[in-house]
T-cell receptor
């Protein structure tokens, strides 16, 4: 167990809808990263938040957005869902900052299915 | 960020030592090498990290040659529970702006 929790576990949406996924970081961690993992592929980096500010973004369109709250929990929002958004969404927390060992602790993921 | 290349899959037997090699020809001076393990329907789990030479922990060893253009994850005496996907990642972990790039990983299958 990493101490990182995600909700919901599974979710089914239809094309065009919006979805919000939630992540609770490991205690003391101030950095959260979100990844999308399609079936049979490695996780693809979406974005990272450090102390409530976006701190890097992967090759995902603006309809993927996020928030990090003062307690370092986080949300991933996806608007205008497309069929290709069906995937396992992972969040990972870490202790960021300069010269800090930056091991990432992953949650169990949310399985999103878009019909 | 440096790109990594790993074998797509490997097979071995219980009790054997398994070595998975990763190529990262464009590794930068500040980059570290990190290996993660992932079981189906779970998030990746950190195994080991190193910068050069050899690193060993309770579950694995990581061998990095002097030129750092490759690395080898060594799993001693594997068991069925080591069946998983293993990812080699290269990046600067000493920055709050770091992000980790996962490749497709190596699917390791352990047989009785």
């Amino acid at each position: 167990e990493t101490g990182v929790t995600q909700s919901p576990t599974h979710l089914i949406k239809t094309r065009g809808q919006q979805v919000t996924l939630r992540c609770s970081s490991q205690s003391g961690h101030n950095t959260v990263s979100w990844y999308q993992q399609a079936l049979g592929q490695g996780p693809q980096f979406i974005f990272q938040y450090y102390r409530e500010e976006e701190n890097g973004r992967g090759n995902f369109p603006p309809r993927f957005s996020g928030l990090q709250f003062p307690n370092y929990s986080s949300e991933l929002n996806v608007n205008a869902l497309e069929l290709d958004d069906s995937a396992l969404y992972l969040c990972a927390s870490s202790l960021g900052g300069v010269e800090v060992y930056n091991e990432q602790f992953f949650g169990p993921g949310t399985r999103l299915t878009v019909l | 960020l440096a790109k990594t290349t790993q074998p797509i899959s490997m097979d071995s037997y219980e009790g054997q030592e398994v070595n998975i090699t990763c190529s990262h020809n464009n590794i930068a001076t500040n980059d570290y090498i990190t290996w993660y393990q992932q079981f189906p329907s779970q998030g990746p789990r950190f195994i080991i990290q190193g910068y050069k030479t050899k690193v060993t922990n309770e579950v694995a060893s990581l061998f990095i040659p002097a030129d750092r253009k490759s690395s080898t994850l060594s799993l001693p005496r594997v068991s069925l529970s080591d069946t998983a996907v293993y990812y080699c990642l290269v990046g600067d972990t000493y920055s709050s702006a770091s992000k980790i790039i996962f490749g497709s990983g190596t699917r390791l299958s352990i047989r009785p």
